[in-house]
């Protein structure tokens, strides 16, 4: 598993890059502020890509995220659905796109309710007051 730095931080790759297993794991927490990985030479994409949303933070979606550059880059990872990411954490997505020298999260999108992963129910907070029932005549 590769995670860059400090949630969120940068790392420095010095040479190729193959991630054949594993995960490469980003976390996002603004539109500025997200991982990074730069390798100084050719990087095989593989295994699993994971991003996680960080503090609450919610992607546009014109918001773009150039997560990992290489000299080339190829390859994808094995869990994406056709061409998008789901998020750890929300239900939503991102497109992801494998371009000659980099690879860049963008066009987040919250899925339909239809669509949301089922989670368990919160708790309620609210209080009730039993009513008065009147029998009907």
């Keep these: 598993t590769l995670a860059p730095g400090n ?18 794991e980003i976390e996002l927490a603004a539109s500025t502020t997200f991982d990074t990985v730069s ?9 699993e890509l994971r991003a996680r949303i960080l503090d609450g933070f919610v992607p546009d979606h014109g918001d773009v995220f150039t997560v990992l550059t ?9 869990n994406l659905s056709g061409s998008r990411v789901h998020v750890d954490g929300v239900d939503g997505s991102f497109l ?17 309710p239809a669509l949301q992963r ?14 008065s029932v009147t029998p009907s005549q």
């Design 39 to 47: 390798v100084s030479g050719n990087v095989i994409l593989g295994g």
């Design 7 to 24: 949630s969120p931080d940068s790392t420095q790759v010095n040479g190729n890059l193959a991630l054949n297993s594993g995960a490469l």
């Design 96 to 112: 992801v796109s494998v371009n000659p020298t980099a690879l860049v999260l963008s066009e987040f999108l919250v899925a339909p």
């Design 70 to 78: 290489g000299a080339s880059l190829s390859g994808s990872f094995s």
């Design 118 to 131: 089922r989670r368990a129910p919160m708790p309620s907070r609210l209080a009730f007051v039993p009513a």
